[in-house]
C-alpha cells in the first residue's frame, strides 16, 4: 500500500538541510509527519508571563517573562586582564518570582541593547543554580514586540503561544515557524481510528486535531486536540498488543498438570515455612493457565523479598514433574549464579538428580552462561539435550542456536524490560510446541502500565512481603545544607556494624574510567562553568574517603560492574558471610543479593537514581529480623523537584504508591522509564497514569476490533499507523528492549 506522500515527506527537502540535520540528531524527527506529531509541551498566553518558582533544574526551559533590570560588569580576567571581560547580569520577572540571565564576552552586546527594563520576550536554555540563585547562563531568546503585524498573527495565530520540547541547537519558536511550513500536509494525514468509535466518541478529525494542537485559538482547541490524540496513540498501541494476543492465542501448547506426589510435593513437603497467600494464590493462576492448551503468557510483579523466586520455581517444578524442561533467564550472569546457587540451596538433594545422595524424585539443575568453560558448557547442554536436567538456569546464552533442549515446557524470564519478544521467539523454537511464560519483575507496575506496556501479559501481583521482613526506616541527608547530618549519618554506619550488622554505599558512577571523568573540552574554568554541576560521587573515591576518614578502621569493599566476575562474586561471598563490614558498590546490587544482616544503607547523591531505583536498592536492607535504616544523601536545595523526589521515597514503602508518583513527575518523553528508554517515546499526549480511562476503554474497543477483524481489512489508516508504530518502537514497546 502507498504510504501518503505528503507525510512521508524528508524534513530536509522541506525546511532545509541544516535545520533538518538538528531535527533528526536532537529531536529524531525525520518526516513532516514526524514534525506534525511533535507537540507542544504546553502554552503561553501572549500577554501573560511564565511562573518561574516552579521551573525544574537542569533541564531546557522556555518561558515568558518580563525583564526587570540588566546590569554590565566589567572585569578582569586571564583573556581580558585590562579589565575589559564583560558580563551582563539581566533579571527577568513573572511578577512574584526572578531569574537570572547571564551573557559574557562578545555575547554581550546584542542583549545589551535589546533586553532594556520592561521587554517582553521569550526566553530559552538550561536552569542551574549558581550561588544558590536559579539561572539560565546564555540563553537564547526572542522579544515579543508584536510591532510587527504580520509576525503576530501569521506566526501566532490568536494569543496561544506553544511552547515545544527543544532542544539548545533548536529553540521552540524556530520549532514554532517549521511547523507553520508543515502545517498545510496535515489535511492529508489518514485517520487510524474506525469512524464508528470516532463519532460515537465526538473525537474531531485527525486534521483538525493536529491543527488545533499547533495553532489553538482558545484552550478548547487544546483540549479537543488532546482527547483526540490520546485515543489515537492509545488505541493504536492497544490494537498492536491485542493482535499480538490474539496471535499467541492460536498457538498450540503442551498442557502440563503436575504429577501427585512427585516433585513438587516433596519440595513443598520440606519448606521450613508456609507460603503467604499471596503466593498460594498467585501459584494457583499459574498452575491454572499450564494445565490449558495455550501457552501461558503471564507477568509476575512482586517488590523484592515478597517470594516471587519461590512462586517460579515450584512452576518450574510442577512442569518437570508433569515430564518437561524449565527454563530462567537472568539479565547477568551475576543474577544467573546468584539464582542457580539460592535455587539449589532451596532444593537441596531434589536437586542433585543422577548423583549419590541424590532424592528419589531428584532432577538436575545446570546453569548456562556466556563465559563457562567449554567442558563445563558442553556437559550442561548434554544434560539438557537428554532431559537430565529438568532445570536450566542462564542468561541470554540460552537462546543461542546451538541450545537444544529435550523438552522445554516453561521458560522463566527475570526482569522482563531487558528481554524482548525477539528472543522470546528465537526461545519458542526451542520446544516441540511454544512454551509456556512467565515474566517476572521487581519493579512495581501500576496497572494502566501493565496494560499498555506490558499489554499482552496477564498480570499477577505479590504485594505482601513474607512474614519475618523487617520494616525499613527511610530518611533525608541534606548534605549541603546540613553538613552534620552526613556526619552523622557516618555515625549511624558505625552503630550498625558495632551491633554487629553490615551496610551497603550505593554511588552513581564507579570512577575508573577515563570516559567517566569530565570531557577535557570542559575543563577550561570560568565564571560561566562554575555553574556547571560536579561530576556524579564515585565508587573509589567514596570508598577511599571512607577508609581513611569517617569510617576508619572498618573493613570496606568495593563491588561494581566492570570488575571480573569471579572477584564480584568473591567480594559478594566475603559480605554474605559477614568478612565485610561495609560494601561500597554502585547499583549492581540494585538485583538479587541476599545478606538478611546488612541493615543499613546510604545512597549518595540520591538525587542521581529515579524513584523506583531508590525503592529497589532500599529492598536490599532489612532482610533480616532487624530494622533496615536507608539514608538518602542529597545536596539539591529543599525546593526542588529532586528533593521532593526524595522525600516522596522516604515516606512511603508502597512501591506501587512510588510508582506512581515516579511517572506522575517524569517528563512526557520519559513516561515509561526502562520499559521503553532509548528512543522518544511514541505517547506524546497520553499520560499513563492520568489517561487510565482512555487506554482501558481503549484496549477493550482494539480487542473488540481485533476478534471481528484480525488482519484490519477496512482500516488502512489503522494499518498504516500500526506499521508506523511497529518500526518506530519495536525496541521499546514490543521487544521491551
Known amino acids: 500500500m502507498d504510504l501518503v506522500p505528503a507525510l512521508e515527506e524528508p524534513l530536509k527537502k522541506v525546511l532545509g538541510p541544516a535545520t533538518a540535520k538538528v531535527m533528526a540528531e536532537h529531536l529524531g524527527l525525520h518526516t513532516v509527519g514526524d514534525l506534525l506529531h511533535h507537540y507542544p509541551r504546553r502554552y503561553e498566553e501572549r500577554g501573560q508571563l511564565t511562573h518561574l518558582a516552579d521551573l525544574p533544574m537542569d533541564e531546557h526551559v522556555t518561558v515568558v517573562a518580563m525583564v526587570a533590570d540588566a546590569r554590565l560588569h566589567t572585569f578582569a580576567s586571564a583573556k581580558a586582564p585590562r579589565g575589559k571581560g564583560q558580563r551582563l547580569e539581566v533579571t527577568i520577572t513573572d511578577g512574584s518570582g526572578r531569574l537570572q540571565l547571564v551573557f559574557f564576552g562578545n555575547g554581550v552586546h546584542k542583549p545589551h541593547k535589546e533586553l532594556l527594563p520592561g521587554t517582553r520576550a521569550m526566553f530559552a536554555g538550561k536552569v542551574s543554580v549558581f550561588n544558590r540563585r536559579l539561572q539560565l547562563a546564555h540563553p537564547a531568546y526572542e522579544l515579543l514586540s508584536g510591532d510587527d503585524p504580520a509576525e503576530s498573527v501569521e506566526t501566532w495565530a490568536g494569543t496561544l503561544i506553544p511552547l515545544y520540547p527543544a532542544t539548545a541547537k533548536l529553540e521552540s519558536w524556530k520549532i514554532g515557524k517549521a511547523?507553520?511550513?508543515?502545517?498545510?500536509?496535515?489535511?492529508?494525514?489518514?485517520?487510524?481510528?474506525?469512524?464508528?468509535?470516532?463519532?460515537?466518541?465526538?473525537?474531531?478529525?485527525?486534521p483538525e486535531a493536529l491543527l488545533k494542537i499547533h495553532r489553538p485559538h482558545t484552550k478548547a482547541d487544546i483540549a479537543a486536540a488532546r482527547d483526540r490524540l490520546k485515543w489515537d496513540e492509545a488505541f493504536v498501541l492497544q490494537v498492536a498488543l491485542a493482535r499480538r494476543r490474539h496471535a499467541d492465542a492460536l498457538l498450540p501448547a503442551v498442557a502440563r498438570r503436575p504429577a501427585p506426589d512427585g516433585l513438587l510435593t516433596a519440595f513443598d513437603d520440606r519448606l521450613p515455612f508456609t507460603l503467604t497467600d499471596g503466593q498460594q494464590?498467585?501459584?494457583?493462576?499459574?498452575?491454572?493457565?499450564?494445565?490449558?492448551?495455550?501457552?501461558?503468557?503471564?507477568?509476575?510483579?512482586?517488590?523484592?523479598?515478597?517470594?516471587?523466586?519461590?512462586?517460579?520455581?515450584?512452576?518450574?517444578?510442577?512442569?518437570?514433574?508433569?515430564?518437561?524442561?524449565?527454563?530462567?533467564?537472568?539479565?547477568?550472569?551475576?543474577?544467573?549464579?546468584?539464582?542457580?546457587?539460592?535455587i539449589t540451596e532451596m532444593m537441596g538433594e531434589l536437586a542433585e538428580g543422577g548423583m549419590l545422595g541424590g532424592a528419589d524424585h531428584a532432577t538436575k539443575v545446570v546453569l548456562l552462561t556466556g563465559s563457562m568453560g567449554t567442558a563445563a558448557r558442553r556437559q550442561a547442554m548434554l544434560d539438557l539435550v537428554t532431559g537430565d536436567a529438568g532445570i536450566v538456569i542462564g542468561t541470554h546464552a540460552l537462546i543461542e542456536d546451538k541450545v537444544q533442549f529435550h523438552d522445554l515446557g516453561l521458560v522463566v524470564v527475570d526482569e522482563q524490560h531487558r528481554f524482548g519478544v525477539e528472543q522470546r521467539d528465537a526461545l519458542r523454537g526451542k520446544g516441540k510446541q511454544p512454551p509456556h511464560l512467565l515474566v517476572m519483575?521487581?519493579?512495581?507496575?501500576?496497572?494502566?502500565?501493565?496494560?499498555?506496556?506490558?499489554?499482552?501479559?496477564?498480570?499477577?501481583?505479590?504485594?505482601?512481603?513474607?512474614?519475618?521482613?523487617?520494616?525499613?526506616?527511610?530518611?533525608?541527608?541534606?548534605?549541603?545544607?546540613?553538613?552534620?547530618?552526613?556526619?552523622?549519618?557516618?555515625?549511624?554506619?558505625?552503630?550498625?556494624?558495632?551491633?554487629?550488622?553490615?551496610?551497603?554505599?550505593?554511588?552513581?558512577?564507579?570512577?575508573?574510567?577515563?570516559?567517566?571523568?569530565?570531557?577535557?573540552?570542559?575543563?577550561?574554568?570560568?565564571?560561566?562553568?562554575?555553574?556547571?554541576?560536579r561530576p556524579p560521587l564515585a565508587v573509589l573515591d567514596v570508598a577511599d574517603h571512607l577508609a581513611k576518614g569517617p569510617l576508619n578502621g572498618l573493613r570496606v569493599e568495593v563491588l561494581h560492574g566492570r570488575m571480573h566476575p569471579d572477584d564480584k562474586d568473591a567480594v559478594m561471598r566475603r559480605f554474605a558471610a559477614g568478612d565485610t563490614d561495609v560494601l561500597v558498590a554502585t547499583t549492581v546490587i540494585e538485583v538479587g543479593v541476599n545478606v538478611p544482616n546488612a541493615t543499613a544503607m546510604v545512597i549518595m547523591d540520591a538525587d542521581r537514581f529515579g524513584v523506583s531505583q531508590l525503592h529497589q536498592l532500599r529492598g536490599r536492607v532489612g532482610r533480616g529480623s532487624a530494622p533496615g535504616l536507608c539514608l538518602l544523601v542529597t545536596e539539591m536545595p529543599e525546593a526542588s523537584a529532586a528533593r521532593q523526589r526524595l522525600t516522596a521515597v522516604a515516606a512511603t514503602l508502597d512501591g506501587f504508591e512510588l510508582s506512581r508518583i515516579d511517572l506522575e513527575q517524569r517528563r512526557e518523553g520519559d513516561v515509561l522509564g526502562q520499559a521503553q528508554s532509548g528512543a522518544r517515546s511514541s505517547l506524546r499526549v497520553l499520560a499513563v497514569i492520568e489517561d487510565e480511562e482512555i487506554i482501558a476503554e481503549a484496549r477493550e474497543e482494539a480487542t473488540a476490533l481485533v476478534a471481528r477483524d484480525p488482519e484490519l481489512t477496512d482500516l488502512p489508516g489503522l494499518r498504516t499507523a500500526l506499521d508506523a508504530l511497529l518500526d518506530e518502537e519495536r525496541e521499546q514497546y514490543l521487544e521491551k528492549g
Open 281 to 342: 494464590k498467585v501459584s494457583r493462576e499459574i498452575f491454572d493457565d499450564l494445565a490449558t492448551e495455550h501457552p501461558m503468557h503471564r507477568l509476575l510483579q512482586g517488590e523484592v523479598g515478597s517470594g516471587k523466586t519461590m512462586v517460579a520455581l515450584r512452576a518450574m517444578l510442577a512442569v518437570v514433574d508433569a515430564g518437561g524442561q524449565a527454563a530462567m533467564l537472568a539479565p547477568t550472569e551475576v543474577l544467573a549464579q546468584q539464582h542457580h546457587r539460592s
Open 441 to 533: 519483575t521487581a519493579t512495581p507496575i501500576p496497572r494502566t502500565v501493565a496494560m499498555t506496556v506490558f499489554g499482552d501479559l496477564e498480570t499477577s501481583v505479590l504485594d505482601q512481603l513474607p512474614a519475618g521482613r523487617s520494616p525499613i526506616a527511610t530518611h533525608v541527608v541534606p548534605a549541603a545544607d546540613k553538613p552534620h547530618f552526613l556526619a552523622r549519618a557516618w555515625e549511624r554506619v558505625r552503630e550498625e556494624v558495632g551491633n554487629g550488622h553490615q551496610a551497603y554505599v550505593v554511588c552513581p558512577r564507579i570512577g575508573d574510567d577515563i570516559d567517566e571523568a569530565a570531557d577535557p573540552k570542559k575543563a577550561k574554568k570560568s565564571a560561566e562553568d562554575e555553574a556547571e554541576k
Open 179 to 206: 511547523v507553520q511550513i508543515v502545517l498545510p500536509s496535515a489535511q492529508e494525514a489518514l485517520d487510524p481510528l474506525p469512524p464508528p468509535l470516532r463519532e460515537g466518541r465526538g473525537l474531531v478529525s485527525l
